[in-house]
């Protein structure tokens, strides 16, 4: 979609008003009976208000008071996708959007789920001419949005739903080689800096992890490695984004177990794209802010040498874990990461994957979780930004008790801790491989929507990108 500052509206211009109790209705170039129309519709709360007037259509997006202002930002996402499919009904192609109401920009946020509504991966259908949305262009007058305001939504944007396409990809075509490749010609694109490790590389460097995981595949795995570094950045030592780059979870050997849990599972990379494309919206807006995105990435597969449960696995800082469950593979491969990140000495790092059924079962499909050893401050900070885009965090604990499940009697770890808490002692494994303020997101609830609803459109969900996005902003301007 492409996001267009306009000065003014022009008078034929089909609009979206997003309109509350203090909107001045006598400014908007209504005649008496659409007036009287509009009071009776917002008495009635009937919305959206739809006036036809034949040579453009309006809409009236109307928002009752709200105690909670994050639940009010979601209401205009969401109402945005409402007015999208009466948009696409009527086969229009561009319309504006004004904020008529008192609600400070609301047309950013009426703005993102508009786009993220119209959203359609569209790449393999033959008959993608004739499902197409016709909407392909919002304006938004200086008003109700600044020409740099705009300039920053539409790469936010487009990185966010870059990420659903690359969660969409199939498998087929969606190797880590390729992700790599995507990776690579984002940085082109954006100005960060992309080094890519071949399997050989990876070799050199024994990350066991990652190289266990790929035993079974056909596929080499890969090592990325993204790196955004302005002269006028506000931190010295990085913060540091690390990705779970399973690019199909097959189980390996430990196949998955019950009917239809394989089906989506080539969303296991969610957490990599997250990382690669807030990584590209942070560069492409130049946010003042040193960051590294690290992607461990490989399928998950049962092939004839795969590792098997049993195995003993030395990992990159030389830890040795006993594996006894192939599916258990994302920690295989993001411990390594995190031994690797130790070298920047970075003053935080995130890592963000789809690491457990356990979150799901904890949250269903309303939030990740976090859980964090760094300061309360950014932890705080994290979970802001999670209610800001609605992304919510719930944390969890990292209590040391829980690491108990998680010992080998032949080895340092296991990759396994029993059925309870499974998302905990996943963190507490991961948690031995730092050695810095560190924070976990398990996104396994929301990387994929089974089905659509508003704004969160069906298949790859794309979150993260506004998550690590708004989280990184936010830190810049406080310096
Ligand atoms: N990729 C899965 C987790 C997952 C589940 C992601 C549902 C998205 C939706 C992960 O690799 C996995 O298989 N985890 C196992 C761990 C278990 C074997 C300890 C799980 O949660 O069942
Ligand atoms: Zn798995
Ligand atoms: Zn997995």
């Not at 409402?82 to 948009?87: E, G, K, T």
């Not at 080689?177 to 690579?184: I, T, W, Y």
């Not at 009917?259 to 599972?265: C, E, I, Q, V």
């Not at 108990?404 to 032949?410: A, L, N, P, R, V």
Request: charged fraction near 20%; aromatic fraction near 8%.
């Amino acid at each position: 979609m492409q996001l267009q500052s306009v000065a003014k509206l022009q008078p034929n211009q089909s609009v979206v008003y997003i309109a509350d109790a203090h909107t001045q209705w006598e400014l908007l170039d209504f005649n008496p009976e659409q007036l009287a129309f509009i009071k009776h519709q917002v008495a009635a709360e009937a919305f959206p208000i739809v006036i036809n007037d034949y040579h453009r259509l309006r809409i009236i997006s109307y928002f009752n008071k709200q105690a909670d202002v994050h639940i009010a930002h979601e209401n205009c996402r969401i109402a945005a996708a409402d007015a999208v499919q009466l948009i696409n009904k009527y086969k229009l192609d561009q319309v504006a959007i004004t904020n008529e109401s008192s609600i400070p920009n609301a047309a950013w946020y009426f703005t993102e789920g508009a786009v993220l509504a119209n959203y359609q991966f569209l790449k393999y259908r033959n008959d993608a001419n004739k499902i197409a949305n016709s909407l392909k262009t919002i304006l938004l007058p200086q008003d109700s949005a600044t020409p740099q305001e705009v300039t920053e939504l539409q790469h936010l944007l487009d990185a966010a739903c870059m990420a659903r396409d690359l969660i969409n990809e199939p498998p087929v075509y969606q190797t880590a080689q390729h992700l790599a490749n995507e990776f690579k010609a984002m940085g082109k694109k954006a100005g960060f800096k992309t080094t890519v490790f071949d399997k050989k590389k990876i070799e050199s460097l024994k990350m066991g992890g990652l190289l266990a995981v790929n035993r079974g595949s056909q596929d080499p795995p890969t090592f990325t490695i993204m790196e955004w570094k302005p002269k006028n950045a506000i931190n010295k030592n990085p913060i540091i984004l690390v990705g779970k780059g399973v690019v199909f979870d097959t189980g390996g050997l430990s196949l998955k177990p019950t009917l239809n849990s394989m089906d989506f599972m080539k969303c296991d990379m969610a957490g990599a794209v997250a990382v690669g494309c807030a990584m590209y919206a942070t560069a492409i807006n130049k946010l003042p802010v040193y960051v590294i995105g690290l992607v461990p990435a490989t399928d998950n597969r049962p092939g004839e040498n795969a590792y098997v449960p049993g195995d003993v696995v030395t990992m990159y800082d030389g830890t040795t874990v006993e594996v006894l469950n192939t599916d258990a593979e994302g920690r295989m491969i993001l411990a390594d990461a995190l031994s690797y990140a130790k070298q920047y000495n970075p003053e935080l790092v995130i890592d963000i994957a789809t690491l457990t059924g356990a979150a799901s079962f904890a949250v269903g499909t309303q939030g990740m979780l976090l859980m964090s050893n760094a300061s309360r401050k950014d932890t705080k900070a994290i979970k802001k930004s999670g209610l800001e885009v609605y992304e919510r965090l719930v944390e969890m604990p990292l209590w040391h008790e829980y690491l108990e499940q998680m010992k080998s009697d032949i080895a340092d770890l296991k990759n396994v801790g029993g059925s309870e808490a499974g998302a905990i002692t996943a963190a507490k494994f991961l948690e031995h491989f730092t050695a810095y303020p560190w924070m976990h997101i398990d996104m396994a609830p929301v990387a994929w929507n089974m089905s659509g609803k508003n704004y969160r459109v069906k298949n790859g969900s794309g979150k993260g990108v506004r998550l690590f996005y708004q989280f990184l902003k936010t830190r810049c301007a406080q310096g």
